[in-house]
């Protein structure tokens, strides 16, 4: 994949895809004269700043309360332009290493480029870290987390998946899907009832769940047709009806889950031309962010502190206790599971969740604490939150490189 060069091109081009195939830089002529416009009208040698100050800049134009909404879409085109890059090689790595053979490359990308704004609303500059590298770390989570997802959609049936969903989700589902409330109240009666009379087989084979017998969707609509009286449903349901509506629950879990992404360069419905990247407006805003960000230039450079993190978390995986490395081994290098984790050290699932999980924490604040002795942060729950991203992207790179070298 070709690099961008310049400022210009950096804050204003998107990626196109041929399949799973980088093809070319596309140039947004808004997003391009926005860019070129700001760097012209500046006062000092703003474009010699680099990429992570204009990221800075974006950002909190993006985040200022008093912005207009058009200077805050102007910024989030910038920063979504600002990651392609970054977006496509973690999509990259992703597609080769993780996902099944039904999901490629350009599906991850979309995945995470999708969540633009959850990433915007994560990032916090005054934690001192690079914009590019949290959105790196948050693009690889988010990716992740939607492919385990849908991993977990796929593999249910439908039976299986009403069994695991929660009623909050399932309410949020057919809220979604856009049944009314009076609608709703019988779907959930309904998935109610199939809970509670649906007995799976075996406790632990709920994923391939098979379709209820005949006389088990009998008791299912003989149990809704008890309790509907006292939820103020007045019309009965044959075991048909229940049948079709739980099919509908699980269609409308199934979209809400995992919904179909759509791209910034797809076409407008009902217009030939124009793509929803379009509705970014084409102005520039005034100097004073750029003013601000300029005064609080910083002048270290991120690189030995890189390298003094990288030293003070192998130390920290080395001074883990033997069973905590071996979790973190058997997750990042060996790409576990956590039951198979259980078999492997005869102990229950919930004791290796809690184990992996307290093992991540002690990294955590290893990494919190360095953050306080070096940056001069204090260690706090917010600081936590933010660098969990971080954290993961690091032990998968780390155990990637070198799997055997926590052992």
């Not at 992570?52 to 920063?79: C, D, M, P």
């Not at 805003?285 to 230039?297: N, R, W």
């Not at 984790?341 to 290796?352: E, F, G, I, P, W």
């Amino acid at each position: 994949m070709r690099s961008r060069e310049g400022l210009v091109e950096v804050f204003s081009t998107f990626l196109q895809l041929d399949g799973d195939r980088f093809q070319t830089w596309i140039t947004d002529p808004r997003l391009r004269r926005s860019m070129e416009q700001r760097l012209g009208q500046s006062k000092s040698d703003a474009a010699g700043l680099s990429e992570n100050y204009w990221a800075l800049y974006w950002h909190k134009t993006w985040q200022g309360q008093t912005a207009v909404e058009s200077f805050q879409a102007i910024a989030r085109g910038h920063l979504t332009a600002h990651i392609q890059e970054s977006c496509y090689w973690v999509a990259q790595k992703t597609a080769a290493t993780f996902v099944t053979s039904q999901t490629g490359l350009a599906d991850c990308f979309q995945m995470a480029i999708a969540q633009i704004d959850k990433i915007l609303k994560g990032f916090d500059s005054q934690q001192g870290f690079n914009f590019k590298s949290y959105a790196s770390a948050a693009l690889n989570s988010i990716i992740r987390e939607t492919l385990r997802q849908k991993q977990e959609i796929d593999i249910c049936t439908d039976w299986g998946l009403l069994r695991k969903i929660s009623q909050k989700r399932l309410t949020e589902a057919l809220q979604s899907a856009g049944l009314a409330t009076s609608a709703i109240a019988p779907h959930l009666l309904a998935w109610d009832s199939f809970k509670l009379i649906y007995i799976p087989p075996q406790a632990n084979g709920t994923r391939k769940l098979p379709k209820p017998e005949p006389e088990t969707w009998e008791a299912i609509a003989q149990r809704y047709n008890q309790e509907r009286l006292g939820q103020s449903i007045p019309t009965p349901a044959t075991a048909a009806t229940i049948e079709k509506w739980l099919l509908a629950c699980a269609k409308a879990a199934r979209t809400y889950l995992y919904p179909n992404l759509i791209s910034i360069n797809t076409p407008k419905p009902g217009q030939e031309s124009g793509e929803f990247l379009d509705d970014l407006a084409d102005q520039v805003q005034t100097d004073s962010l750029l003013s601000e960000l300029i005064a609080e230039e910083e002048v270290q450079t991120r690189q030995t502190q890189r390298q003094q993190l990288q030293e003070v978390l192998i130390v920290a995986l080395k001074n883990l206790d033997g069973e905590a490395r071996s979790l973190i081994q058997f997750y990042y290098a060996e790409k576990l599971t956590q039951q198979e984790m259980a078999s492997r050290l005869n102990m229950k699932q919930y004791t290796v969740s809690r184990r992996l999980t307290k093992a991540r924490e002690s990294l955590l604040l290893t990494l919190a604490q360095w953050s306080q002795q070096t940056l001069h942060i204090s260690p706090s729950a917010d600081l936590l939150k933010y660098t969990s991203s971080a954290l993961e992207e690091w032990l998968e790179t780390y155990f990637a490189q070198s799997p055997e070298s926590a052992s």
